[in-house]
């Protein structure tokens, strides 16, 4: 068995680094090998046909095409969901590993935790920040590798590895470094990783519920979905702003003026995330919960529906959507420019040929 290092020996920048790359190898060798243990299990279940349908719309809702394309030439196949479904299960299990040994230090605090607690707590925000060295590379190649297997959308990339995985690449390591006393830090890592573990199993739970015929599975619909509004309620609002607040305020007290200002945006940025996530968590809920059971044939088209469009409901789909609107607005004022200096360009050519009618 490996000893354990000392929480001296664990906080330099060389032994985190080194922890981090050995967690990601370990995250290379043990995610892959159990998405295919699930991918297996999937086919041989008997709920999994019904549940391919609402898998197929979340990854619709998450940037893949609805219809064939170059990048996707059979479009979203039944094995690439059954890959996207099972991938999302063994995501949320690593979460919840990185998560667990942080428990004890936000349970007693750091002052009166042991050696052992300490390092236990670095050791789990390590583990976190290997699975997004991991995660940032696997899904780089397969946004940008041709002809691969498992490709995804670029869309998706840019939120999940942009925009999602950068938070812990920058800030983990400074964080143990200078902060990792801190309750904020504490409380913020365990709610957010345990969070995100609980919403998308539960998320995924929810695809095997036949909300159509059963009154009991359309019941239980509602009260996932009640449940994964209170988890967002509570980690991203109730605990998220006075942590994140309260630790930017310390900053400034220590007239850490380099972290100061780093939080300051990162704290902006994620805030307005999150707000946008409640958003989309109180939309799904205000047209799910007063909903009655589905009994004609017109009610369950219109409960299909909404099952598509609130798939993706907890994290990706609001910010794709914030992406898709800033992408068109990109597009349109490109279109618009092109059409002036086209415009510009025919004008000057008409006014040369003109000119030269005149001589």
């Not at 094995?79 to 949320?92: K, M, N, P, V």
């Not at 004890?104 to 925000?125: A, C, H, M, N, Q």
């Not at 950068?166 to 400074?174: D, G």
């Not at 009991?216 to 942590?243: C, E, G, N």
């Amino acid at each position: 068995m490996i000893p354990l290092p000392t929480f001296e020996q664990l906080s330099t920048v060389p032994s985190m680094a080194t922890t981090a790359l050995l967690f990601a190898i370990f995250w290379t060798v043990s995610l892959p090998l159990a998405e295919k243990k699930i991918a297996l299990k999937l086919t041989d279940a008997a709920w999994w046909p019904g549940a391919v349908s609402p898998t197929k719309s979340m990854m619709y809702n998450f940037g893949y095409p609805k219809e064939p394309t170059k990048r996707f030439p059979d479009g979203v196949t039944e094995s690439l969901a059954r890959d996207f479904y099972s991938g999302t299960i063994s995501i949320c299990v690593a979460h919840a590993l990185c998560a667990t040994p942080m428990v004890p230090v936000l349970i007693r605090g750091w002052e009166d935790s042991s050696d052992f607690i300490k390092v236990s707590f670095v050791l789990g925000t390590l583990a976190d920040l290997g699975f997004d060295i991991y995660d940032a590379v696997q899904l780089s190649i397969r946004a940008f590798a041709k002809n691969h297997s498992k490709p995804i959308p670029i869309e998706f990339w840019v939120i999940l590895v942009c925009m999602h995985h950068t938070t812990a690449l920058l800030l983990v390591m400074p964080l143990n470094l200078h902060y990792v006393h801190r309750f904020e830090y504490h409380q913020t890592a365990v709610s957010l990783l345990y969070a995100a573990s609980a919403c998308y199993l539960a998320g995924a739970y929810k695809f095997t519920l036949n909300v159509y015929e059963k009154r009991k599975d359309f019941v239980l619909y509602k009260i996932i979905v009640f449940f994964q509004l209170a988890v967002l309620l509570y980690t991203r609002v109730y605990l998220w702003f006075p942590a994140a607040f309260g630790l930017r305020a310390h900053m400034k007290e220590q007239n850490d003026t380099t972290f100061f200002y780093g939080a300051t945006v990162m704290v902006t940025i994620f805030s307005i995330f999150n707000l946008v996530l409640i958003v989309d968590g109180l939309g799904a809920a205000a047209k799910w919960l007063p909903r009655k059971f589905p009994k004609s044939k017109e009610e369950k088209g219109e409960t299909a529906a909404l099952v598509r469009r609130t798939s993706a409901t907890g994290i990706v789909a609001p910010a794709l959507q914030m992406l898709r609107a800033y992408e068109a607005k990109r597009k349109f004022r490109a279109g618009v420019k092109l059409v002036i200096a086209t415009n510009r360009l025919s004008s000057h050519a008409s006014s040369i040929s003109n000119n030269k009618k005149e001589d």
